[in-house]
């Protein structure tokens, strides 16, 4: 069982900026792909970016078509911390976010929901 916590959550305007950080704990052994996810009313939950934090490849990333460019995730290996670096914010960007531990994160893997563990959210609101 994996642990997460999501802090950083604000409301901020559009082009504006935030950082989310997930602290994670428990069996990570074989959960080794953090991922944030976002999820708007009304709208399906998607995956934003991932990071990989196994032995081998560690620290690759992978980012939705939408974040690419403005969104930077990053582990602190010391804190078991995962960052998400938002910049140039957009209204659209407004949503809960989640971050989640799965096992894989190749081949589209990292964005899909099921078999992960999943953090409570923190809530981000971008005004235009």
């Known amino acids: 069982q994996v642990r997460l916590l999501e802090s950083g959550g604000d409301s901020v305007q559009a082009g504006g900026s935030l950082r989310l950080s997930c602290d994670f704990s428990?069996?990570?052994?074989?959960?080794?792909?953090m991922v944030w996810f976002r999820q708007a009313p009304g709208k399906e939950r998607e995956g934003v970016a991932a990071i990989w934090t196994g032995s081998t490849d560690s620290g690759t990333t992978y980012y939705a078509d939408s974040v690419k460019g403005r969104f930077t995730i990053s582990r602190d290996r010391n804190e078991n911390t995962v960052y998400l670096q938002m910049d140039s914010l957009k209204s659209e960007d407004s949503a809960m976010y989640y971050c989640?531990?799965?096992?894989?994160?190749?081949?589209?893997?990292?964005?899909?929901?099921?078999?992960?563990?999943w953090g409570q959210g923190t809530q981000v609101t971008v005004s235009s």
């Open positions: 428990g069996d990570t052994y074989s959960s080794k792909c």
């Open positions: 989640a531990a799965g096992a894989l994160c190749y081949g589209g893997r990292w964005s899909g929901t099921a078999g992960k563990s």
